[in-house]
């Protein structure tokens, strides 16, 4: 079993045609999304993050259902992190706040384990010392890593981002590497991002999507040749 199954995917926005039939699995390993604006990049994120739902095709997590029962989809997202491309703050939260208000949504009850699994997030991203801070008065790096702490609560078995690597600095860039390289061995990370640089970098394998159809799907040795 695939961590991520997709077959046969299509999602449809009016006449626009977002996913057209698309067949992908991913397993363990970091996969970096690439293609122009438009070409379906975040939709797939999406309906893999179980934010959306695909218009026909089959959609496994784990070899879940996420159109199954409830108990199914709470599963699910129990193991599922997600770095959308935007994230709101609600209300005046602390990072501390924000991160254990995620938890409290995969329904994690006991608040003991709780507050320890949101300090250790905070701490694997640098924010340690930051946690009771105002999201609002933090910079815009600060804020991005906040919103991948919440995305690595509970060591996911996938982790689905959405241009993780913008408004990062160098140097965040390379944690952030190192962050994903220590998760790949055991979760099945998918990102996508417009710099090519970002995919040498982190990335094992290589999806290029244009116009919702996959065009290249494989190693980034294998990209640059093609080019
Ligand atoms: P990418 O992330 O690669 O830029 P998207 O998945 O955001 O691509 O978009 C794919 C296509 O679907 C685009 O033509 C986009 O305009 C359209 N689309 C995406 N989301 C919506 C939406 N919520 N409403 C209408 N059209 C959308
Ligand atoms: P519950 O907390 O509802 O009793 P479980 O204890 O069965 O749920 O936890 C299921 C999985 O969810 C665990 O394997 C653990 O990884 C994760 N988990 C549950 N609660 C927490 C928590 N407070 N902090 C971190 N991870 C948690």
């Known amino acids: 079993?695939?961590?991520?199954?997709?077959?046969?995917?299509?999602?449809?926005?009016?006449?626009?045609r977002a996913l057209d039939a698309v067949d992908?699995?991913?397993?363990?390993?970091?996969?970096?999304?690439?293609?122009?604006?438009?070409?379906?990049?975040?939709?797939?994120?999406?309906?893999?993050a179980t934010s959306i739902g695909a218009d026909s095709g089959d959609v496994r997590l784990l070899g879940r259902d996420p159109h199954g029962s409830h108990a199914e989809l709470t599963a699910i997202r129990r193991e599922l992190g997600y770095l959308p491309q935007e994230l709101g703050y609600p209300g005046d939260m602390t990072a501390f706040g924000f991160v254990e208000y995620v938890a409290v949504l995969k329904e994690w009850n006991d608040r003991r384990?709780?507050?320890?699994?949101?300090?250790?997030?905070?701490?694997?991203?640098?924010?340690?010392?930051?946690?009771?801070?105002?999201?609002?008065?933090?910079?815009?790096?600060?804020?991005?890593?906040?919103?991948?702490?919440?995305?690595?609560?509970?060591?996911?078995?996938?982790?689905?981002?959405?241009?993780?690597?913008?408004?990062?600095?160098?140097?965040?860039?390379?944690?952030?590497?190192?962050?994903?390289?220590?998760?790949?061995?055991?979760?099945?990370?998918?990102?996508?991002?417009?710099?090519t640089e970002d995919v040498a970098a982190l990335c094992e394998r290589v999806v290029v999507l244009a116009g919702g159809t996959v065009r290249f799907?494989?190693?980034v040795t294998d990209l640059v040749a093609t080019a």
Do not use: W
């Open 217 to 219: 799907d494989g190693t």
């Open 24 to 48: 992908l699995t991913f397993d363990r390993g970091v996969t970096g999304l690439l293609g122009p604006n438009g070409a379906g990049k975040t939709t797939l994120l999406r309906i893999v």
């Open 1 to 16: 079993m695939n961590a991520v199954e997709l077959t046969a995917v299509t999602k449809t926005y009016g006449r626009t």
């Open 113 to 195: 384990r709780r507050l320890r699994e949101v300090r250790r997030v905070l701490e694997l991203v640098g924010l340690g010392t930051m946690a009771t801070k105002r999201v609002s008065r933090l910079s815009g790096g600060q804020r991005r890593r906040v919103a991948l702490a919440q995305a690595l609560l509970g060591d996911p078995r996938i982790l689905v981002l959405d241009e993780p690597t913008t408004g990062l600095d160098p140097t965040q860039r390379a944690d952030l590497r190192r962050t994903l390289s220590a998760l790949g061995g055991h979760c099945a990370v998918l990102l996508s991002t417009h710099q």
